[in-house]
């Protein structure tokens, strides 16, 4: 079945560092592709999201583009702060059934001054 | 003015027990969803409901039991509570597009669910 595949962490940065984290998609056709944000304590919240290929989501500093033909939707963010500690999650929808939302596994990101 | 709210935020019971977590939005979304979250912070959906009808139904032990009497509510009921059950329950809610493309979803705070 259709997943969503992201590096698990925990990563650990500095105050300042660049920030990738990596996701891909196996959806067929043209998913809608989403990253939420948990910070401790709380529900998941939308960060940003990109709906057609070529896409760029952005919102608070981070930036993901939808690349189709690589399948992916890489988060980056050029300068992380320690309010940026939080678990990521990618996320696409499913071909089959547009109701249905794919979690990926989430990536632990610590952000210390 | 909380979107999506939840109530118990937390909820300790004892092994065999039936419980029940209830949530509701004021978004006007005609779409909600009941997602576990493991202690790894995986997250898997349990059941979806589109304007009071059920369109998601994941395998998910009969002891679970959705219910919703209008839109805007959404509530789980568990039967013969496990150890395994020990998770945190998300409810959320969306609006289906035209076409049936489903947008942002929006979680509430979530239930810690314990069982002893």
């Known amino acids: 079945g259709d997943s969503v595949t992201q590096m698990e962490g925990p990563v650990t940065l500095s105050e300042e560092a660049f920030l990738t984290i990596n996701c891909t998609y196996t959806?067929?056709?043209?998913?809608?592709l989403f990253w939420y944000v948990q910070y401790p304590g709380e529900g998941l919240q939308l960060l940003l999201k990109?709906?057609?290929?070529?896409d760029k989501g952005s919102n608070k500093g981070f930036e993901a583009t939808y690349r189709k033909e690589t399948t992916s939707f890489h988060l980056e963010k050029g300068s992380v702060q320690v309010s940026d500690s939080a678990v990521y999650f990618c996320?696409?929808?499913?071909?089959?059934?547009?109701?249905?939302?794919?979690f990926g596994p989430g990536t632990s990101l610590s952000v210390i001054p | 003015d909380t979107a999506v709210s939840q109530t118990p935020k937390y909820l300790v019971t004892q092994m065999g027990n039936d419980k029940s977590i209830k949530c509701e939005q004021n978004?006007?979304?005609?779409?909600m969803y009941w997602y576990k979250q493991d202690s790894k912070k995986f997250l898997k959906i349990m059941f979806s409901?589109?304007?009071?009808?059920?369109?998601i139904n994941e395998t998910v032990p009969n002891r679970f039991s959705p219910k919703s009497p209008d839109k805007a509510h959404l509530n789980l009921h568990i039967n013969s509570l496990e150890l395994g059950d020990s998770a945190v329950y998300f409810c959320?809610?969306?609006?289906?597009?035209?076409?049936?493309?489903?947008?942002?979803?929006?979680f509430g705070p979530g239930t810690r669910l314990t069982v002893l």
């Open positions: 996320a696409s929808t499913m071909k089959t059934s547009y109701d249905k939302v794919i």
């Open positions: 959806a067929t056709g043209y998913p809608s």
């Open positions: 990109a709906t057609k290929a070529d």
């Open positions: 978004l006007g979304h005609d779409t």
């Open positions: 409901y589109n304007n009071k009808e059920l369109i």
């Open positions: 959320a809610s969306s609006q289906r597009r035209f076409g049936g493309s489903t947008d942002t979803q929006y």
